[in-house]
């Protein structure tokens, strides 16, 4: 009878050790198929990347240590998750309703986005026998096949960000929210590559939940699609200033340190700043030298010799705009539209700053001898009416210009902002990135005057952008009446 009685509790012994091992091995197995459905999911990408490699079983001795390994791992994530509970992905319905909020306060639709989507989306089809450029998908970096939900991905990219919108997943990062998410990484946060894929501008509301093949694009989501392609513009754009004012002055301040170096070991003053530095962006000196010949010329000047001049300023003003620090920022075509567009007012300021400086206020060429060298010079020919009012124009500048006594900081700033002004009027290039760059420069010109002529300064500052719009008129009247030789006739002699 007591070993009836004393029989249950070896079972009872047994059921614990037996309940321990099966949750064990439940618990394993959970791990494994979710690890299995990740997989299948990353292999629904067709993306030629996604080299996913087949997982060997486990075998049945490596139970106990794989399930130490998973369980501290889960342990792990759930510290990680009471850190950063609030990294997690916000609720498809809510992202969505979002977007139609943000429908309503957007502009009315331009009847012509429908079409231009739909270009867009369908460009794949004309170009299928042409050969295609690598253009990189913006969430992860890999090969881009197309514009998918308004941004341009690769199939992966695409495929996962369909999946979770249609399955409505919320994703959770165990780290700070800030995961590499590339061509190599990007299958190891799920979080931040939606994030990635929402912060860039894909719209949850194209996604379809039929499941059919895609149309036309609707209106609405065109609309969409057209709001985060300006927002990314202006990103870029903010990005791209702050580049470039960046590159700018850190050039500028190196200079500083390094004349601040030079002065210590020669025992001067050190206190170099950082705009002036700019004067050592100065070539005045090779300018100037080009031009002295032309006063110990024994005869008037020719159209040879002032050609011949002409040439030799045009190469070094090459020469200084290719020196520059924000060359290799700007694109080719806008370089080229510079350096094919801007030589002319160059060489005008250069030849009046030459000018200011053989004369002053008090001996400068008279108006009377200036119209006889224009005569010798068109070898007697009738003078027409215009050519005395460009005269009369050309001198009440030059005499303006002797009494601001340019410095070679303000001329060589007053140069940078004449060959990179916005052009209004013309649109055959893009010339976006002058407007923040002018800014840069306007900026730097700015806090030079303060420093030098504290209260005065807005008014100096002012007097020098209305100069710029002097030179830019007096070249284009010079070019339009074929007078540019007209400043070359003032060198003395």
């Known amino acids: 009878m007591s070993s009836l009685q004393s029989s249950p509790s070896i079972p009872s012994i047994i059921s614990t050790d037996y309940t321990d091992d099966l949750f064990k091995k439940f618990k394993l197995k959970n791990y494994h198929t979710i690890k299995s459905m990740n997989e299948d999911d990353d292999q629904m990408n067709m993306d030629s990347s996604d080299g996913s490699t087949t997982q060997s079983l486990i075998a049945e001795n490596d139970v106990e240590t794989d399930f130490e390994k998973y369980y501290m791992k889960q342990n792990s994530q759930l510290i990680d998750t009471e850190l950063h509970s609030n990294l997690i992905t916000p609720d498809i319905d809510d992202l969505q309703r979002k977007e139609k909020e943000l429908l309503q306060t957007l502009n009315k639709v331009d009847q012509k986005i429908e079409q231009h989507l739909s270009l867009i989306e369908n460009n794949v089809q004309p170009m299928k026998h042409k050969r295609k450029p690598f253009i990189q998908c913006e969430v992860c970096h890999d090969k881009a096949t197309g514009i998918h939900y308004g941004l341009m991905t690769c199939e992966g990219c695409k495929g996962f960000f369909k999946r979770t919108v249609q399955n409505k997943k919320i994703y959770r ?260 990135d002058l407007i923040s760059l002018e800014q840069v420069y306007l900026k730097n010109l700015h806090e030079y005057e303060n420093e030098i002529r504290s209260c005065k300064a807005t008014y100096r500052f002012n007097q020098l952008l209305h100069t710029r719009e002097q030179i830019n008129h007096l070249t284009e009247l010079l070019f339009k009446e074929s007078h540019f030789y007209l400043p070359y006739l003032l060198i003395p002699y």
């Open 173 to 432: 990062c165990i780290g700070n929210g800030s995961c590499i998410i590339d061509k190599f990484e990007r299958k190891r946060c799920q979080y931040c590559r939606f994030t990635k894929c929402l912060e860039k501008g894909m719209v949850t509301g194209a996604v379809r939940y039929d499941r059919a093949p895609g149309g036309r694009t609707p209106v609405n989501i065109a609309l969409l699609y057209k709001y985060h392609k300006e927002k990314r513009h202006d990103q870029n754009r903010e990005e791209f200033n702050n580049s470039l004012e960046h590159t700018i002055i850190s050039d500028a301040e190196l200079k500083a340190n390094i004349e601040n170096q030079l002065n210590q070991s020669l025992a001067m003053d050190s206190k170099i700043k950082v705009t002036y530095q700019f004067v050592q962006l100065s070539i005045l000196d090779t300018l100037f030298d080009h031009l002295k010949p032309l006063t110990r010329s024994p005869i008037p000047l020719t159209d040879e010799l002032i050609k011949k001049t002409s040439r030799l300023l045009i190469d070094s003003f090459i020469s200084w705009y290719r020196s520059l620090s924000f060359y290799c920022l700007l694109k080719n075509d806008l370089n080229q539209f510079i350096l094919k567009n801007r030589w002319s007012k160059y060489i005008f300021l250069v030849i009046c700053q030459f000018l200011s400086i053989q004369y002053d206020h008090t001996n400068l060429i008279s108006y009377d001898k200036c119209l006889q060298r224009l005569i010798e010079y068109q070898q007697n020919q009738l003078i027409s009416s215009i050519s005395y009012e460009i005269i009369n124009q050309f001198l009440t500048f030059l005499l303006q210009l002797i009494n601001l006594h340019l410095t070679n900081t303000e001329f060589t700033l007053l140069s940078i902002l004449i060959v990179i002004q916005y052009d209004k009027t013309n649109k055959t290039i893009d010339q976006n």
